[in-house]
T-cell receptor, first 114, second 113 residues
Framework: QKEVEQNSGPLSVPEGAIASLNCTYSDRVSQSFFWYRQYSGKSPELIMSIYSNGDKEDGRFTAQLNKASQYVSLLIRDSQPSDSATYLC??????????????FGQGTILTVHP | KAGVTQTPRYLIKTRGQQVTLSCSPI?????VSWYQQTPGQGLQFLFEYFSETQRNKGNFPGRFSGRQFSNSRSEMNVSTLELGDSALYLCASSLEPPRYEQYFGPGTRLTVT
């Protein structure tokens, strides 16, 4: 079982719709959760971080964390063609041998079509 | 604030050579992590440095090494290059724990021929 798994995609949504991206993780001691966006040929860009159960909203983005289910998701409201990218879920276990280490999922390719 | 910078942006090397990549973190960030990104393996953690000390290392052979300087700038070195080392090498910087929000540089695209 991979440490971090994302829905394989690709995910295609029409402009203006809600895009839902999902991620599960295997290690219960995971403490920090991140969503990165990566455009083709570019480096990952941090768009959301979440540390406690519940929802966190930032503009059109909402991250949801459920530690009991070991599940984190990203919702993108009013999706725009400029949101078309690969979305990477990353988790971190604080301290010890986890210093500075983010474990990434394989990414979900999102396409928003006009 | 200026973002993370990496040099060079592109490199072409031949098998057996060695390469050094450089990373300058965001001002005030003392933690620098390095990752390798390939289409097949995705993003994989190489190592992390904090205050000139390597605190963590990923599952890569000893040909991959790094260091950090007193100004938090970091370098990574790959010796005896293999074709499979062709990848995008990314560095990311962050503040001290517990906040581990990492900010990535643009990466160095290494091609080994």
């Amino acid at each position: 079982q991979k440490e971090v798994e994302q829905n394989s995609g690709p995910l295609s949504v029409p402009e203006g719709a809600i895009a839902s991206l999902n991620c599960t993780y295997s290690d219960r001691v995971s403490q920090s959760f991140f969503w990165y966006r990566q455009y083709s040929g570019k480096s990952p860009e941090l768009i959301m971080s979440i540390y406690s159960n519940g929802d966190k909203e930032d503009g059109r983005f909402t991250a949801q964390l459920n530690k009991a289910s070991q599940y984190v998701s990203l919702l993108i409201r009013d999706s725009q063609p400029s949101d078309s990218a690969t979305y990477l879920c990353a988790v971190n276990k604080l301290g010890g041998t986890s210093y500075g280490k983010l474990t990434f999922g394989q990414g979900t390719i999102l396409t928003v079509h006009p | 604030k200026a973002g993370v910078t990496q040099t060079p942006r592109y490199l072409i090397k031949t098998r057996g050579q060695q390469v050094t990549l450089s990373c300058s973190p965001i001002s005030g960030h003392r933690s620098v992590s390095w990752y390798q990104q390939t289409p097949g393996q995705g993003l994989q953690f190489l190592f992390e440095y904090f205050s000139e000390t390597q605190r963590n290392k990923g599952n890569f052979p000893g040909r991959f090494s790094g260091r950090q300087f007193s100004n938090s700038r970091s370098e990574m070195n790959v010796s005896t290059l293999e074709l499979g080392d062709s990848a995008l090498y990314l560095c990311a910087s962050s503040l001290e724990p517990p906040r581990y929000e990492q900010y990535f540089g643009p990466g160095t695209r290494l091609t080994v021929t």
